[in-house]
Structures are given as C-alpha cells and as structure tokens.
C-alpha cells in the first residue's frame, strides 16, 4: 500500500517501520544464534553432554529473542462497530468506543495514546510516530471513528 492510498475506516491499524524492523531482527536473530550454536568449535577437554546442553541453550536464546521481536511485529489495533482491540506487546485491550475520550501523540511518546473515561491511558502501539505523516493519518482516522461512534448522554441509539 503506498502512503497516498486512502484506508477504509475500519482497516486494522498496523505499524511499518518499525514492524519490519523488528520481523528482520527477528530473521538474523534466529538464524545467527542457531549458526552460533551449531557452527562453533567445541573446547579440547569438554565433556560432550555439556557442550549440547550450552549449544541448545544458545539456539534457545535466539529463538527466544525472535519469537519476542516477531510479536513485536504483530501490534495492531483492530476496529470494528463495536469498539477497538488494541493488541500491543504484552497487553490485549478492548474497549468500547464510549470509553475512549480522545486519541493523540503526547508528550515525547513513540506511539499514540488512548485516553479513556476513566482517566486511564492506553497506548496503541500500532500507530507509531516513526511513521511519519502515515502515524499522523491514521491517529486522525482513528480519531474520527471514536468521534464517530460517541453517543452524547442521555441521546438516543442511532
């Protein structure tokens, strides 16, 4: 998708920049600590049992580290009619549209930020200001649907 190409409002929020970052760690990861462990001489006197143990543990480690920079990769916040599921790295919120007063970047923050009724902040990890004029359409696209979708109280269901 090129940066012109308008998104639907309803199209999964996800980061560039830094997602393909974080899949080509995850790549090199993987493949230099498995060649690491598998190509590496083994010392005169080892025993070994020893040596599979620490060549596995090394290939474990690597594995380890890209499968956490490949969830790195998979960020995303999915909106529907409903609310939004923010998918960040360790946390999965959902929320209802009602809940989200107001949508931006602040302060220094690498990521835009949800600010919810209940004066609490969520980060949406999938809209990074890495990405430029991109983060910056897509917070305005996102903010837009929570406009959208707020009903003034006491109003009536459309």
Known sequence: M????SRRPYDTFRPVTGAWVAR?????????????????PMPLGTDPTMSL???VAI????????????????????????????????????????????VGFSGGD?????E???????AVMAIQRADGERARREAARLAALV??????SGGQDD
């Open 53 to 55: 143990v620490s060549r």
């Open 110 to 114: 690498p990521w835009a930020v949800l």
């Open 116 to 122: 919810l009724t209940d004066t609490e902040e969520v």
């Open 2 to 5: 090129t940066p012109t190409t």
């Open 147 to 152: 406009q959208h979708h707020h009903r003034p």
């Open 24 to 40: 080509a760690m995850a790549l090199a990861s993987a493949v230099v600590f498995v060649l690491v462990a598998a190509l590496s």
């Open 59 to 102: 290939a474990l480690i690597g594995l380890v580290g890209a499968a956490f920079l490949w969830r790195y990769a998979v960020i995303r916040a999915e909106p529907s009619t409903e609310g939004l599921r923010v998918v960040n790295l360790v946390r999965t919120h959902d929320l209802a549209w009602e809940q989200i007063v107001r």
